[in-house]
Each structure stands twice: as C-alpha cells, then as structure tokens.
Nanobody
Framework: QVQLVESGGGLVQAGGSLRLSCAAS????????MGWFRQAPGKEREFVAA????????YYVDSVKGRFTISRDNAKNTVYLQMNSLKPEDTAVYYC?????????????????WGQGTQVTVSS
C-alpha cells in the first residue's frame, strides 16, 4: 500500500505561484508513474500533469503548459507540482496519484493510489 498526502495548497492572487507537494509513505515511489489531477466545484475531475517513474517524461494538459511543472525527488519520496502564473480557473482541489506498471497516463482509472487532496484558490 502507498499512502499519499498532499500539501501546499492555499489562497493566492491571480499571477501568483504555489508549490504543491505529495509525500508518500508505505512504499518508495521510484517505480511509480505519478500524476496530478484537479476537481473544481460542480465539475468532473481533470488531468493536470503526469511524470514517468524515471522522471524522464512529463505530460501536461494544454491549459497548464508553460505554467506548471511536475517533478519528483525520489530520495524524499515526494512529488511536486510547481504552479506559476495562476489563474482563477485553476481553482480546484488538487489530488496526486500513483500508478504502478505504466509509463504515465492522463486517465484517472490508471492510477492505483490517491491522496486526499489540497485546496487551491486563486482570486482575481
């Protein structure tokens, strides 16, 4: 079992930055593909970013390309989502997820473990 705990969310003005962290326990994340998803009120969960288990490949939804960066520190068993130039439409609960046995995916069903989420609110 892998337990994932997100942190780093909060309230920020448009144009600001936040760095989300996803700390894992139970197993090392070094062989897991990692993803970040988000869900805004009244909307379906949306893929945001993914990172291969090796860290060599990344994948982003078009709306965050050039603004968000996913990375991992295997020594700390932690995955990050650096979010810059935030917009009000980025407001959502952000979830990290871990997937075993795949390179990476934008499909939530491919992930085996999920965190509890952290709220990000961007004011205009």
């Amino acid at each position: 079992q892998v337990q994932l705990v997100e942190s780093g969310g909060g309230l920020v003005q448009a144009g600001g930055s936040l760095r989300l962290s996803c700390a894992a326990s139970g197993r090392t994340l070094s062989r897991y593909a990692m993803g970040w998803f988000r869900q805004a009120p009244g909307k379906e969960r949306e893929f945001v970013a993914a990172l291969s288990w090796s860290g060599g490949s990344t994948y982003y939804v078009d709306s965050v390309k050039g603004r968000f960066t996913i990375s991992r520190d295997n020594a700390k068993n932690t995955v990050y989502l650096q979010m810059n130039s935030l917009k009000p439409e980025d407001t959502a609960v952000y979830y990290c997820a871990a997937a075993w046995g795949i390179r990476y995916s934008d499909y939530g069903g491919a992930y085996d473990y999920w965190g509890q989420g952290t709220q990000v609110t961007v004011s205009s």
